[in-house]
């Protein structure tokens, strides 16, 4: 299967920048569109961020202008920069796999890693 690793979070103040990263592993072959979302206590899982196989990119309004996602395929490895931190970006962040929407080869899709922990205090 495809597994997901999150690493990169900690806690942080107000202000101050963290780099995420999902490293991914199984089924090499497969073009995915990634994707970041975050999960705060007792909220549902939104969408922050994301990457297509095409290198488009897309970001939530409350991370615009903050946030940068990236990736580097030879690593198998989606990153997201995260600039002037604000408690609201307190959460688990997670990455997953989307698409792809076409493939000769099996490409199974919508796996989740087990998030990392970002905190940011005031």
């Known amino acids: 299967q495809v597994e997901l690793v999150e690493s990169g979070g900690g806690s942080v103040q107000s202000g101050d920048s963290l780099t995420l990263a999902c490293k991914r592993s199984?089924?090499?072959?497969?073009?995915?569109?990634m994707r970041w979302y975050r999960q705060a206590p007792g909220e549902e899982r939104v969408f922050v961020s994301g990457?297509?196989?095409?290198?488009?990119?897309s970001y939530a309004e409350s991370v615009k202008g903050r946030f940068t996602i990236s990736q580097d395929n030879a690593k198998k490895t989606v990153y997201l920069q995260m600039n002037n931190l604000k408690p609201e970006d307190t959460a688990l962040y997670y990455c997953?796999?989307?698409?792809?929407?076409?493939?000769?080869?099996?490409?199974?899709?919508?796996?989740w890693g087990q998030g990392t922990q970002v905190t940011v205090s005031s």
């Open positions: 199984g089924y090499d072959y497969c073009a995915y569109d």
């Open positions: 990457i297509d196989s095409d290198g488009s990119v």
């Open positions: 997953k796999t989307e698409g792809p929407e076409e493939s000769i080869y099996y490409c199974p899709t919508n796996y």
